[in-house]
C-alpha cells in the first residue's frame, strides 16, 4: 500500500512543477489554454496528493508495520481515535498534513477564481503551488511517511521487514483534542500562504488596486479563526495534559503559533485602512509578507531543534530547507514590493490623534511590537550565541512584564479605537462616546480597589476591560435604537439584524468582547494560588475555602496503558462538592508515563489536582502520594473568550443581509454598508451619523 | 515628511521607547546563562560565575536518580567532553515524568561549587522509544525507498 503513496506524492510533484510553469509561461504568452491547463495542473496536483495523504490515513488503521513512520507513532494497542492523531504525531506526518493543507487552499482558490481576475491569477496560483512543491519535495525526498522498514538479511544485504508492534504514540499527545489541533493550526498557519500568494500576484501583475486587498480579506479571517482556534485548543491541551497548572509558558513552540497570529491581527486591522482612506499600502504588504513567513518560520521552529523546548516533539535536519524556503520567500517578496514601491502610494495623510487612523496605528505598532518581543525572546538563545558565544535564555519571567503591558495598551486602544471618527472626532464627539464607557470603567475599578484588589495589572486590567465592555454594548445599543426607531422593530430584533446588516462591524465588535473576557481570564493569574504535598490515605490538605482529602489509591489496567489512580474528596467549606480522581499512567508501547489531572471548574475557579508521583516516607515504611494543588481563579473565562472571539469572526464573515421589508437608507443601515463597493464618503458617513 | 506629520512619529516613537525600556530592564533581571556542564566549570574557573542566573542542561546518567522527602539528586553528563555534575532538585514543582535515565535535563538554580548544582527549576525531555532504538540500532529505517516500486 505504501507504494499508491508515493506514487501520489510522486505525481503531485509533477503535476504541481507542470502548473507553476504553464502558468507563469501562459501569462507570458497570453495563451489562455495554456493558462486553464496550469489552473487544471494545480488541481490534479491537489488530488494526487490527496491520494498520498488517504493511503497514510489507511496504513494507520490497519496498523501496517512494515512501514517505519507507523512504527513509529502508533502500536496495535492504540485506540482507533488515537490514530488519528498519530497521523501527525511526528514529523513525517505533521508536513504531510501541512502540504495537503496547501493543496486544499491552492484548489479552493483555484476553483472560486476561475473566472476572475485573469491578470492576477496565473501568478497566485505559480506563487501558491510554488510553496506546495516545496511540501511536497519534503515529503518526497526528505521526510518521507512512506519509507519502509529494513533490516539486515542473512546475507548481508537490507531486506523489507515488518515490525511485530509499532512504538506508540507520544502518550502526551494522547488526548481528544490532540485529534484536531493540529490540523486547526496548520489551517490557520496555512491559510496565510493565500493572501501571500494574492499580494505577490497583484505586484507580479501590477494590478495593485483594491481588488487583492478585497479578495483576500476573508481568507485572512478564515485563517485567522482556524490560527486562532488552534492556539486556544493548545493551551487547553497543556492545561489538562501537562499538569502544570498553567495553559500557556511562552514555550518556543506555543510562541511559533502566536507570532504569525500577531502579525495576522496587525494586517486586519490595518487592511481596513487601506480599503477606506488609500493608505498604509505598503505597510499591509509587509504584513502580508511577514505574516506568510512567521507562518513557515514557525513550523520551521518547531520542527528544526533550533531551540530547546520541552515539548518539541519531532526533530530534524530539515531545519536548513525551511531556512531556505523562508530566504527564498521572503527575499522575493520584498525585492518585488521595493521594485513595485511606485505603485503603492498612499492617498491620504493622518490628520489627527484623535481619529480611527491613528487607532489603527497605535494597534498595528503594539501588535508588531508583541511578535517582535516574542521573536526577540524565542531566538535570544540562538542571537546571544552568535554575537557573544554564549546561549542566553529568558522564560515567563521575562515574558510577562513585557507582554503584560503591551495587552493591557491594547485593550485600551480595544475600547477607544472604534468609537473615534476617521479623519478626526470632534470634541462633542469624543464626549458623546466615552463619558458613559469611561465612566462605568472607573466606578468599578474604584469598587474593586476598595473591596482590596490591589494588584496594578488584574486591577488596571479589570478596569480596562470594563470600559471596552461598556464601548461595545453602547455601540449595539445605540444602533439598535436608532434602528428600532426607524423599523419599528422591538431591541432584540434591531440588534439581530444590526449584525446581519453589517456583519464585519458587529461580527468584530464581538471578537473585541471575546478578547476582553480573555483578558479578564488571562487577569486570574494574578490571584493563583500552587501548593505541592506529601500525603497520606487519609490525609487532608487546605487551600482557601477547600479540603482535600486522599481515600484511596487504586489500580487500572488497559491493553493501552496501567495506571494507578488517587481518589480524593473535594469539600467546599466542609461541604462535600465533588470527587477527584487525579491519575498516573504508564504507556508500555512507549515507555512513557503521564499524569492525568483531575479538575473542578466554574466561573470563579478552577480547583486542579496532579497526582505526580510517589515518595518514598521518611520511616522507610511505605509510599506517600505527591499530590499537587492548583487554585487558578477566572480560567473558565479564557475558554469562554475564545469561544466568543471564533463566533465573532464567523459573524464577521457572513455576507451582509442586504434587502429587508422595512429597509431604510436613511437610517444606520445606511452606514452598516455594503463594505465591498462602499466608496470613501459613505465609509465617513457611517461614522458620522453612528457618532451623532 | 511634511511638517504636519512630524507629530505623528513622537507619539509611536515615545511608545516603542517606553517598550524597549520595560524589555530591558526585565531582560537584567531575568536573563540566564543557559550552558553545558563544560561550560559551566570553564566559567567557573574564569572566576566569572559571580551572581549570574544560571541553567545548566546535560544527560541523567542512568542509575543516578535518588528520591528522598526534600531533594532529588542525579547527575548529567556532557555528552561531548564527560564532565559530570551533581544535581539536587529542591524546587517546589514535583520532578517531572520526564526525568529518568538517559533523559535530557535542563535546570535552573545556582552553582554552589564542588561539582554540585542546586536547581529549582527542572524540565526534562527524553528521546522517544523508537528514536532510542533507532539510534542504538536495534531497527533501521530504510534510507532508499523500495528499489524494486515505484
Redesign the interface.
Known amino acids: 500500500m505504501?507504494?499508491l503513496g508515493?506514487?501520489g506524492l510522486?505525481l503531485a510533484f509533477v503535476a504541481t512543477i507542470y502548473s507553476i510553469g504553464a502558468s507563469l509561461v501562459g501569462i507570458r504568452l497570453k495563451n489562455d489554454r495554456l493558462i486553464a491547463s496550469g489552473r487544471n495542473a494545480g488541481i490534479g496536483a491537489f488530488a494526487a496528493f490527496t491520494v498520498a495523504f488517504a493511503t497514510l490515513f489507511y496504513l494507520f488503521f490497519v496498523s501496517d508495520f512494515s512501514v517505519?513512520y507507523v512504527?513509529?507513532?502508533s502500536n496495535r494497542a492504540l485506540p482507533f481515535f488515537y490514530k488519528i492523531a498519530a497521523i501527525w504525531g511526528g514529523q513525517e506526518g505533521s508536513l504531510l498534513l501541512w502540504g495537503w493543507i496547501l493543496g486544499l487552499y491552492a484548489t479552493l482558490v483555484i476553483v472560486q477564481n476561475r473566472n476572475r481576475h485573469t491578470a492576477m491569477m496565473p501568478y497566485v496560483i505559480a506563487v501558491l503551488m510554488g510553496g506546495f512543491l516545496f511540501f511536497t519535495s519534503m515529503s518526497l525526498f526528505v521526510v518521507?511517511p512512506?519509507?519502509?522498514?529494513?533490516?539486515?538479511g542473512p546475507d548481508g544485504n537490507?531486506m523489507?521487514f515488518t515490525?511485530a508492534d509499532g512504538?506508540?504514540l507520544?502518550p502526551l499527545l494522547q488526548y481528544f483534542l490532540n485529534v484536531i489541533h493540529p490540523p486547526m493550526l496548520y489551517l490557520g498557519m496555512v491559510g496565510f500562504a493565500v493572501p501571500f500568494a494574492f499580494a505577490m500576484g497583484a505586484m507580479m501583475s501590477r494590478q495593485l488596486g483594491d481588488t487583492w486587498i478585497r479578495t483576500t480579506r476573508r481568507w485572512t479571517m478564515v485563517a485567522w479563526l482556524f490560527l486562532g482556534t488552534g492556539i486556544m485548543l493548545g493551551g487547553m491541551w497543556a492545561y489538562v495534559e501537562l499538569g502544570?497548572g498553567g495553559y500557556w509558558a511562552w514555550d518556543p513552540v506555543e510562541n511559533a503559533s502566536l507570532m504569525p497570529w500577531l502579525l495576522g491581527t496587525a494586517f486586519l486591522h490595518s487592511v481596513m485602512i487601506q480599503e477606506k482612506k488609500g493608505m498604509m499600502k505598503v505597510w499591509n504588504m509587509v504584513l502580508v509578507i511577514m505574516a506568510y513567513t512567521a507562518a513557515l518560520f514557525g513550523t520551521f521552529l518547531t520542527r528544526s531543534g533550533i531551540v530547546?523546548s520541552?515539548h518539541?516533539f519531532a526533530q530534524s535536519d530539515i531545519g536548513g530547507y525551511f531556512l531556505a524556503f523562508i530566504i527564498v520567500a521572503a527575499g522575493g517578496a520584498f525585492y518585488l514590493l521595493f521594485d513595485r514601491m511606485s505603485y503603492l502610494k498612499s492617498e491620504n495623510?493622518?490628520e489627527s490623534?484623535a481619529s480611527r487612523e491613528?487607532g489603527f496605528?497605535?494597534n498595528n505598532?503594539?501588535f508588531v511590537?508583541a511578535c517582535f518581543?516574542v521573536f526577540?525572546g524565542t531566538m535570544l538563545?540562538v542571537f546571544s550565541e552568535w554575537i557573544k558565544g554564549?546561549?542566553?535564555?529568558?522564560?515567563s519571567?521575562?515574558f510577562n512584564?513585557?507582554m503584560i503591558?503591551?495587552g493591557l495598551?491594547l485593550l485600551l486602544v480595544t475600547g477607544v479605537g472604534p468609537l473615534l471618527a476617521w479623519r478626526r472626532s470632534s470634541l462633542g464627539s469624543l464626549k458623546r462616546a466615552f463619558t458613559v464607557p469611561a465612566l462605568v470603567g472607573l466606578v468599578v475599578g474604584a469598587t474593586l480597589f476598595a473591596s482590596g484588589i490591589r494588584h496594578p495589572y488584574a486591577l488596571t486590567a479589570f478596569t480596562l476591560a470594563v470600559f471596552v465592555s461598556a464601548s461595545i454594548f453602547q455601540e449595539f445599543f445605540k444602533g439598535a435604537v436608532a434602528r428600532r426607531s426607524s423599523t419599528g422593530e422591538n431591541l432584540a430584533q434591531a440588534v439581530v439584524n444590526l449584525t446581519l446588516r453589517n456583519t464585519r462591524r458587529y461580527g468584530g465588535y464581538m471578537v473585541h468582547f471575546g478578547m476582553v473576557l480573555l483578558f479578564v481570564g488571562f487577569s486570574g493569574q494574578a490571584f493563583n494560588v500552587?501548593t505541592?504535598e506529601?500525603m497520606d490515605l487519609g490525609d487532608t490538605v487546605d487551600v482557601r475555602q477547600y479540603t482535600l482529602r486522599l481515600d484511596d489509591i487504586r489500580g487500572e489496567r488497559t491493553p493501552n496503558y496501567t495506571g494507578s489512580q488517587a481518589v480524593m474528596s473535594l469539600f467546599e467549606n466542609d461541604v462535600l462538592v465533588a470527587r477527584m480522581y487525579p491519575e498516573r499512567r504508564f504507556y508500555p508501547?512507549?515507555?512513557?508515563?503521564?499524569?492525568e489531572v483531575s479538575y473542578r471548574s466554574n466561573l470563579k475557579e478552577d480547583f486542579y489536582v496532579?497526582f505526580?508521583?510517589t515518595?518514598?516516607?521518611?520511616d522507610g515504611q511505605g509510599l506517600l502520594a505527591?499530590v499537587?494543588i492548583f487554585l487558578n481563579p477566572l480560567v473558565m473565562w479564557v475558554w469562554i473568550g475564545g469561544i466568543i472571539v471564533a463566533l465573532g469572526t464567523m459573524v464577521a464573515l457572513l455576507p451582509n443581509k442586504k434587502t429587508g421589508p422595512s429597509r431604510n437608507r436613511k437610517s444606520e443601515d445606511a452606514g452598516a454598508a455594503h463594505g465591498d463597493n462602499r466608496n470613501d464618503e459613505n465609509a465617513l458617513q457611517e461614522d458620522t451619523e453612528v457618532h451623532a | 515628511m511634511p511638517r504636519k506629520q512630524l507629530k505623528f512619529v513622537i507619539g509611536p516613537v515615545i511608545v516603542v521607547l517606553v517598550l524597549v525600556w520595560i524589555a530591558t530592564s526585565a531582560l537584567n533581571s531575568t536573563l540566564a546563562y543557559f550552558q553545558t556542564v563544560s561550560e559551566l566549570y570553564a566559567m567557573e574557573t574564569a572566576g566569572e560565575l559571580e551572581g549570574k542566573r544560571l541553567r545548566v542542561m546535560g544527560e541523567v546518567v542512568p542509575g543516578t536518580i535518588v528520591r528522598t522527602d526534600e531533594a532529588v539528586k542525579f547527575t548529567i553528563v556532557d555528552l561531548e567532553t564527560h564532565q559530570t555534575m551533581d544535581i539536587e532538585y529542591i524546587g517546589n514543582d514535583p520532578v517531572p515524568d520526564t526525568l529518568r535515565d538517559y533523559s535530557e535535563a535542563v535546570v535552573d538554580g545556582a552553582y554552589a561549587g564542588n561539582g554540585v548544582f542546586t536547581g529549582t527549576t527542572l524540565q526534562a525531555k527524553c528521546a522517544s522509544k523508537y528514536e532510542r532504538e533507532l539510534e542504538a540500532g536495534v531497527i533501521t529505517q530504510a534510507t532508499e525507498l523500495n528499489p524494486e516500486g515505484f
Not at chain 1, 146 to 151: G, I, S
Not at chain 1, 390 to 395: A, D, F, G, L, Q
Not at chain 1, 589 to 595: D, G, I, P
Open positions: 505504501s507504494q508515493q506514487f510522486t517505519s512504527v513509529s507513532t518521507n512512506f519509507t519502509e522498514m529494513v533490516t539486515p537490507l523489507a515490525a512504538r506508540g507520544n502544570w530547546n520541552v518539541a495623510q493622518l490623534y491613528s496605528m497605535f505598532l503594539l511590537a518581543a526577540f538563545p554564549v546561549k542566553m535564555t529568558v522564560n519571567a521575562w512584564p513585557v503591558p503591551i495598551f500552587e505541592s506529601h508501547a512507549s515507555e512513557q508515563s503521564t499524569s496532579n505526580a508521583g515518595v518514598e516516607r521518611a505527591v499537587q
